[in-house]
């Protein structure tokens, strides 16, 4: 069964969100738009989500705070919308467990990438395990030998 992927998204700035939550939905995703830090960690008690979007510049808590104490407790991928192309925002959000970033002004589509790609960055790389991988001793895993690439190797 396939489920939508569920994205929350905190920004307080509607002129922003609204249109990024349309594109999002667009995609075929769910959203929970959020526009405080305090909405957004009730948010995460209650559902379960695939992504997390974080405006920096919240009303009621800084967006690193708010990303700091998510990673307490999630792992959610994370990706900052950082005010501006400022090098120290996005190191921050970086060192502190944002998957990505993007730097206003950003496209929907530009985020919407950015997600996927994290999600690709998570998957199991299973195209790209050598064929040789079946051989080595792995505790407690189970290989399925039917999934090998026979594909003769060109360089
Ligand atoms: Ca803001």
Not at 34 to 60: E, K, M, R, S, Y
Not at 63 to 85: E, K, M, S, V, W
Not at 131 to 155: E, F, G, K, M, R
């Amino acid at each position: 069964m396939h489920l939508p992927k569920h994205i929350l998204l905190v920004e307080d700035d509607p002129a922003i969100a609204e249109p990024m939550r349309y594109a999002l939905q667009r995609e075929g995703w769910q959203v929970d738009w959020q526009t405080t830090a305090q909405g957004a960690l009730h948010a995460l008690t209650q559902q379960t989500f695939d992504g997390l979007i974080l405006d920096v510049g919240l009303p009621d808590m800084d967006g690193f705070d708010l990303c700091r104490q998510i990673r307490q407790t999630y792992n959610t991928p994370l990706l900052f919308l950082t005010a501006r192309n400022d090098e120290i925002e996005r190191i921050i959000g970086l060192e502190i467990g944002a998957d990505d970033y993007c730097a206003k002004p950003f496209s929907p589509r530009e985020i919407i990438s950015r997600i996927k790609a994290i999600w690709r960055r998570m998957q199991p790389a299973q195209a790209d395990t050598p064929t040789q991988v079946d051989h080595l001793p792995i505790p407690n895993a189970t290989i399925n030998s039917t999934v090998q690439d026979t594909t003769p190797h060109q360089d």
